[in-house]
């Protein structure tokens, strides 16, 4: 079973940086991939997708803030998030995508994502 483990989590003041790794226990090299994060009291939402040759889409609320990458020798999904806010707070999630369709926040886009990895800014 495939398996997508994050890390990098952690809590930071606002304006501050993270960068979220995440482990695929499979080949990732052919499949768009991406983040979703979820905070408390509302809906898990795609914040980042990433196509297989390294092209990125971003939820409106982190364009230029957020950067999204991949490793596929490594199989390994980044996200570096600069100048977090509080709003950034939530429960982040590394994340396989079904098809390559042009990038939605709805959680249905995605088919399989981790455990998570807390991310916590605080004004």
């Known amino acids: 079973q495939a398996q997508l483990v994050e890390s990098g989590g952690g809590s930071v003041q606002a304006g501050g940086s993270l960068t979220l790794s995440c482990s695929a226990s499979?080949?990732?090299?052919?499949?768009?991939m991406g983040w979703l994060r979820q905070a408390p009291g509302k809906e898990r939402e795609g914040v980042a997708a990433i196509y297989p040759g390294g092209s990125s889409d971003y939820v409106d609320s982190v364009k230029g803030r957020f950067t999204v990458s991949r490793n596929n020798i490594r199989n390994m999904l980044y996200l570096q998030m600069n100048d977090l806010k509080p709003e950034d707070s939530a429960v982040y999630y590394c994340a396989k995508r079904p098809t390559c369709a042009s990038f939605s926040t709805r959680v249905e886009s995605f088919d399989s994502w981790g455990q998570g990895t807390q991310v916590t800014v605080s004004s």
């Open positions: 499979f080949s990732i090299s052919n499949y768009c």
